[in-house]
């Protein structure tokens, strides 16, 4: 007599090697995974972030905004000009700095400089911003991301290495601008 | 020879067995109603798909995937290579009119009721082959690896970054690194090269057997209903009693619709020539106006117009409700009348879409809500607006032009449009409220009060009430009338 839930030696074994093969493709995810997330994992508590020197303090005359450019401290060897970044120097006195990212806290276009009008103003989409970064008009909800800066030997020294987008560190690191002072 | 080459025939065909199921697929009966010049946008679609992967084949052979050297590698293609700026302009020129083709294809589909029961799942597997569509044509603008690409990147990093909680890993999952640099464009080519087209290939084989084992959807009649029930056994009739094989009484449309639409792509590529690459890719350039290609210029101006609170919503939920809507279309209405005769909302929502998505390209190619970043240094004051003024609006005149208003104002229509012309500012608003608006700023306007000396705002106020049409007075504040003419009233009382 056939017992009808036996199980058979032949069934036993189909579902022993489909087990194996769910064992081994689960051990190989493991690493696959690590490889897909490596981006993410290895800039985790800010370890793309560290400190690049703009140019010695002297360069950038009191009272006005500047580009300046850096290399972003994390670099792949096919990186090319794309590592090449910039971004906008106010010297408002003495020692006291802003630097702003070029990318526009709306969409991340580049925003530029117009002394004579006193704003910086994005060709997409018609962002405005203040001297002191904060919004003027436009689109955007928020004022132009900072780099948080530091004066090092006479040189201007900014903690950079991530896109500054709306979501990234560097925007939650110096937060909403306060509105229009200076 | 005949018999050689039958015999070869019959040697493969026992080892492949592959014969007989084409000659089953080619020779499938059709309703004749359906050998029409409207079903040939899903075989042109196929064609196109096919010309890409030749075209981008080809390119592949001198593209390098590398950010220091794509673009050198694009210009030595559009220059150095016999013909490879034509290889360049067919696949640019392709992706294009696949989209269009697709989406043409789509709105046929969606008014003959084609979604219906039983091809629900031909459905959803189009629409899925119409994302990974504009996956591809996204992704190809990356691998054009131009400051239109690098830029474009930045704004898929940006709208990537407003996902709560997981934006900024998502956006370094998408960039492979913390910036846009050489491991983006690898992944973007994995994309673009391995990924995606692999698994279209796979689902246009699937939507393709599907159309052939389900059967072409018949010409919809008004009036005749599709019911699950009955539907089956309804078009196995049809196709028995008025039905005729695919091939040849149907192909030779679309065959003809496919020759003419490479035929098109062919011919756009020879006159307009490949696409780009427009300036390197060096982040440090910034003097740059970013624009995406045709397809997501919409977008584009849909980001420009949303009101800021609104914004970050509609581009998390947007797409997941466009595309849940359109998932779940054929399980809303499976069943039911399928001409468009009977259909009036599906007629209108059709026209809505398109004549939005039309208005908002068309938006997006003047793009009025951009500065004019370059008219204050271009575009002199026209000398009419300078003639017998005093010197104090000559003086305002200069801070007009100095201050760079035209950035967003125009004059005779030269400057920006992102704020109202001012040709006949006088005649809107009295001195009071131009002073108000140039030093508060407001509506969209920027406040200028930082930014300008008191003289230069009475310069530039007295020149601005002098934009006005000749017959017509500027605005007067009515109120200030009363209250001069209340204190003359006074003075005069006391007098005697």
Redesign the interface.
């Known amino acids: 007599m056939v017992n009808e839930t036996a199980v058979s030696r032949r069934g036993f074994f189909t579902k022993l090697g489909i087990l194996f093969n769910g064992v081994v493709g689960a051990a190989l995810a493991v690493p696959i995974v690590q490889y897909l997330f490596s981006s993410v994992s290895r800039g985790r508590d800010g370890a793309y972030r560290s400190w690049v020197p703009l140019g010695k303090v002297s360069e950038f005359p009191e009272g006005e905004t500047r580009l300046a450019t850096f290399q972003n401290p994390y670099t792949m060897p096919t990186d090319g000009k794309t590592v090449d970044t910039a971004c906008w120097v106010r010297r408002i006195a003495g020692d006291e700095f802003q630097v702003f990212a070029v990318n526009c806290a709306h969409l991340g276009c580049p925003v530029r400089w117009f002394p004579q009008s006193g704003l910086f103003m994005c060709p997409c989409h018609g962002g405005a911003y203040y001297r002191d970064g904060s919004r003027a008009s436009g689109p955007p909800e928020r004022g132009l991301f900072e780099y948080p800066h530091k004066i090092e030997n006479g040189l201007v020294t900014i903690q950079a290495g991530e896109l500054p987008t709306p979501g990234a560190a560097i925007a939650v690191l110096t937060g909403e601008k306060p509105p229009c002072e200076s | 020879m005949r018999i050689m080459i039958a015999k070869v025939g019959e040697w493969f065909d026992r080892r492949l067995q592959l014969a007989a199921p084409i000659r089953e697929a080619v020779e499938h009966r059709v309703p004749r109603n359906t050998a029409s010049w409207w079903y040939v946008f899903g075989s042109a679609a196929l064609t196109i798909f096919i010309l890409q992967i030749v075209t981008g084949i080809l390119l592949a052979l001198i593209y390098v995937p590398?950010?220091?050297?794509a673009w050198s590698s694009l210009q030595y293609l559009n220059h150095d290579v016999a013909l490879g700026w034509f290889i360049r302009g067919m696949h640019g020129w392709g992706s294009n009119f696949m989209v269009a083709i697709v989406l043409i294809h789509m709105m046929q589909v969606f008014l003959f009721g084609a979604y219906k029961f039983p091809r629900e799942l031909t459905w959803i597997i189009g629409v899925f082959l119409l994302l990974m569509t504009l996956g591809m044509a996204f992704s190809g603008q990356v691998l054009r690896f131009d400051q239109d690409a690098?830029?474009g990147l930045?704004?898929g990093?940006?709208?990537?970054?407003?996902?709560p909680v997981i934006?900024?890993?998502a956006?370094?999952?998408l960039?492979?690194?913390?910036?846009?640099?050489?491991?983006?464009l690898?992944r973007f080519f994995t994309l673009h090269v391995f990924v995606i087209p692999g698994l279209l290939i796979g689902f246009v084989g699937l939507h393709v057997l599907m159309v052939l084992k389900l059967g072409i959807n018949e010409w919809p009649m008004p009036g005749r209903v599709v019911r699950r029930a009955t539907y089956v056994r309804e078009y196995e009739a049809l196709t028995a009693k008025d039905g005729e094989p695919f091939f040849p009484y149907a192909i030779w449309k679309d065959l003809f619709f496919s020759a003419v639409v490479i035929s098109a792509v062919a011919a756009c590529a020879l006159y307009f020539g490949p696409f780009g690459p427009t300036g390197?890719?060096?982040?440090?350039i910034?003097?740059?106006?970013?624009r995406p290609d045709y397809f997501f210029l919409w977008l584009?101006a849909v980001?420009?117009l949303?009101p800021?609170?609104l914004?970050?919503p509609a581009l998390i939920i947007g797409p997941v409700v466009v595309i849940l809507g359109l998932l779940l279309l054929p399980f809303l209405s499976g069943e039911g009348e399928k001409s468009w005769k009977r259909r009036p909302i599906a007629v209108l929502t059709v026209l809505l879409i398109a004549i939005t998505l039309g208005t908002f390209t068309h938006l997006a190619v003047s793009a009025p809500?951009?500065?004019h970043?370059n008219s204050?240094s271009g575009d002199p004051i026209p000398e009419k607006f300078l003639r017998h003024t005093t010197a104090l609006e000559r003086q305002g005149a200069l801070v007009f032009q100095?201050?760079?208003?035209r950035?967003c104002h125009s004059l005779e229509s030269i400057g920006g449009e992102?704020g109202p012309a001012l040709d006949s500012v006088a005649v809107r608003l009295t001195q009071d409220q131009l002073i108000r608006q140039v030093i508060q700023?407001g509506g969209?306007?920027?406040?200028?009060g930082?930014?300008l000396s008191p003289a230069e705002t009475t310069a530039l106020v007295a020149f601005l009430e002098t934009l006005h049409p000749a017959g017509q007075a500027p605005a007067r504040d009515a109120s200030r009338d009363a209250v001069l003419r209340e204190s003359a009233e006074k003075t005069s009382g006391a007098q005697p």
């Open positions: 590398s950010a220091g050297q690098y830029w930045g704004i990093a940006s709208i990537t970054s407003r996902f934006g900024p890993w956006v370094k999952l960039l492979g690194g913390p910036i846009i640099a050489g491991a983006t690898s390197r890719p060096d982040p440090t910034i003097q740059t106006a970013p584009y980001l420009s949303l800021p609170s914004e970050t809500w951009s500065p970043m204050w100095v201050k760079q208003c950035n992102r700023g969209n306007m920027p406040a200028y930082k930014n």
